[in-house]
């Protein structure tokens, strides 16, 4: 695990009513890493890592909740969110055009319209689709945009085995406009682990903590794929410990929040789909309630026509309609649909090459 500043956390810890330098040393053993971990954890899965009684656990949890709302502006006026959200958050534009206009965050401060299109910073957002629909090719084209446009770092978290090759990202970064020199010094890539459980979420966290204390300014954390940790634990459909998973679940999302609002940026999860042919479509995203409503915004992309459209619908964010926007997947990350396919634009590279070889007379 990454080394984490345990003298200061188990001061905090100490302050606490009822906790003293032994309790505060079983919660540093059971891995609590912050005070906002501590105010989100259940009491139920305190004390199973800490050996305390269950009332004990969650008078800890509340104390730490006092202290952790008291410190944060958890009341607010509107005036004020709506300033926040024009000065303080960010965003990630996918540079297609009817997708940044389905992805519109634009909010109207003191008469003024600030337009803010594409993913927000300060949030979590959760991409789902079938075996191959491009979830892995989007996170790496929202990965490069991020460089480009906020000029900021990307962590890409990778929970299983052969979904990211380095060509492909460079690939994707250098033409989208990223210079080699700014892809090594902006792009960090975290496993994949030997095998993947929902501790290696916890690791990821603490690293990205980590590099973002040694100075790398991050922007965009893809973990990819977020349910793939969940789904070996607890199985392929959950069901079987579903209290569990749930609790489990609960608790790394809520430790992702917290990352991303302390560092103002943009979390980027992929998850699975398993069938359900009584449903319409066919799928339903795997994780169930608890996973939806955890993530502000929701995005679903599917493999429609040619092998290179991808759909991609804003399947729920609270203030947006629900809305698909076809674009098509090429060699510099995803594009308009009337942009060039990628296998055209192959096929007359190789055309040109055997020009070459020939003299230059037709082939």
Not at 113 to 142: N, W, Y
Not at 145 to 150: A, E, F, T, Y
Request: glycine share 8%; hydrophobic share 40%; aromatic share 4%.
């Amino acid at each position: 695990m990454v080394d984490v500043p345990k003298e200061n956390i188990k001061k905090e810890l100490c302050d606490l009513p009822g906790v003293g330098p032994a309790t505060a040393e079983k919660l540093l053993h059971a891995g609590v890493a912050s005070m906002e971990e501590l105010a989100f954890t259940s009491p139920a899965i305190l004390a199973e890592r800490t050996g305390l009684t269950k009332a004990k656990a969650g008078e800890i949890i509340r104390a730490a909740r006092e202290r952790v709302f008291a410190k944060a502006k958890v009341v607010r006026k509107l005036g004020d969110l709506e300033k926040f959200w024009a000065e303080h958050v960010q965003v990630i534009p996918t540079d297609i055009p009817e997708l940044d206009r389905a992805l519109d965050h634009t909010i109207t401060v003191d008469g003024e319209k600030v337009e803010k299109r594409g993913l927000p910073t300060d949030s979590l957002v959760l991409v789902a689709g079938p075996f191959s629909s491009g979830k892995t090719q989007f996170c790496i084209h929202m990965a490069a945009q991020c460089v480009k446009h906020l000029k900021r770092g990307v962590v890409f978290a990778v929970t299983e085995h052969g979904t990211y090759h380095p060509r492909r990202i460079r690939e994707v970064f250098k033409a989208r406009g990223v210079p080699d020199e700014e892809i090594d010094e902006k792009v960090r890539i975290i496993g994949p682990p030997p095998t993947a459980t929902p501790g290696f979420l916890d690791f990821v966290v603490d690293a990205v903590e980590k590099i973002i204390e040694e100075g790398l300014d991050v922007g965009l954390v893809v973990i990819d794929s977020f349910t793939a940790p969940l789904r070996e634990t607890y199985g392929p459909s959950g069901r079987e410990a579903l209290k569990a998973r749930s609790e489990e679940m609960a608790r790394i999302l809520a430790r992702l929040h917290t990352l991303a609002s302390k560092h103002n940026l943009c979390v980027l999860c992929t998850a699975q789909v398993y069938a359900r042919p009584d449903m319409f479509g066919g799928h339903e995203i795997w994780g169930g309630s608890l996973q939806l409503h955890g993530f502000p915004i929701i995005l679903t992309v599917s493999r429609v026509g040619k092998r290179d459209e991808v759909d991609i619908t804003v399947l729920d964010v609270s203030y947006l309609a629900r809305e698909t926007v076809r674009v098509r997947l090429t060699d510099s990350g995803l594009a308009p649909l009337e942009a060039k396919p990628k296998t055209a634009r192959r096929r007359a590279a190789r055309k040109a090459e055997k020009k070459t070889e020939t003299g230059g007379g037709e082939v």
